[in-house]
Each structure stands twice: as structure tokens, then as C-alpha cells.
């Protein structure tokens, strides 16, 4: 079976550089799903959770901001920000969803603390969605 060369990169490091069936990330027009052989594109990064499946085994991560490049074996992410799912701080990110949401209730029409709100929000629900991945048993449910 076809397999795409995955690379997610911040200015910082390389997080994540893996082969992959599936790769489903927050496109500016939505969602996008990719499967090896997709036609070519290029289109900015939402804020968001990124998924990568191989071989049945998921990955999240977390990107704010940047660029996806899709070619037909080869997804790159050029994030401005990106953290995978189990290098979330949880309680940091919720102490600075609550000083955004306070900011905004006293200044409504503050941007940069509607966007921290937005980006800290979507950092919870990546953290979120691994644990319950992880809490869930895994192998086929018991009969009954």
C-alpha cells in the first residue's frame, strides 16, 4: 500500500517526521484529508488539530498558523506553532484560557486575547482527545 512521508517543522525544531495512510489537518477553507497519491496543493494552516493515521495508530498534534504543502507522496506542515497532543500543558493552557476569557469580558472587542482564547481552547480539545484515546480500551469490545 501507498504511503506519504509525513514532516510537520516549526522555525524551532522538527516535531514529527513519520510515513503515513492518512493525514487529515485544518486547511483555510476547512478540513483536509490526504491520502498517498492526492493531487498537489499549497493553502495556509488554520489554528487547530492536526491527525496522523498509520497503519490503524493515530497521532495529535496541535499547529497554529503556517502552511500546508501536499504532493503526491510527501505532506509538509510548516507550522508557526505545533505541539503533539501528549506535550500539552493542560493546566497551562486552561490558567491561559481563563485570563483571555476574563480580558474579554472586561474588553470585548480585544483581538489578541479573542485569538489566545481561540488557540487555547483548540489546545485543550487536542490534549482531550488523546486522553480519551488513551483512557479507551484497546482490541475489540467484549461480547456480550
Do not use: C, W
Not at 516549526?10 to 514529527?16: G, I, Q, S, Y
Not at 494552516?45 to 503526491?72: C, D, H, I, Q, S
Amino acid at each position: 500500500m501507498a504511503k506519504l512521508q509525513v514532516e510537520l517543522v516549526t522555525a524551532e525544531r522538527r516535531v514529527l517526521s513519520q510515513e503515513a495512510d492518512f493525514v487529515l489537518a485544518p486547511g483555510a477553507d476547512g478540513d483536509l484529508g490526504v491520502l498517498p497519491r492526492h493531487i498537489p496543493l499549497l493553502t495556509t494552516l488554520k489554528t487547530g488539530e492536526v491527525m496522523v493515521r498509520n497503519e490503524g495508530r493515530e497521532e495529535y498534534l496541535f499547529v497554529a498558523g503556517g502552511f500546508l504543502e501536499v504532493l503526491p507522496d510527501k505532506v509538509v506542515i510548516l507550522a508557526d506553532v505545533a505541539e503533539r497532543a501528549e506535550d500539552i500543558d493542560e493546566a497551562r493552557a486552561e490558567e491561559a484560557r481563563k485570563r483571555a476569557e476574563e480580558l474579554l469580558q472586561h474588553e470585548p472587542e480585544n483581538v489578541e486575547a479573542a485569538a489566545i482564547l481561540e488557540r487555547e481552547v483548540l489546545r485543550l480539545r487536542v490534549a482531550e482527545i488523546r486522553r480519551h484515546r488513551r483512557d479507551r480500551p484497546s482490541g475489540p469490545p467484549p461480547s456480550e
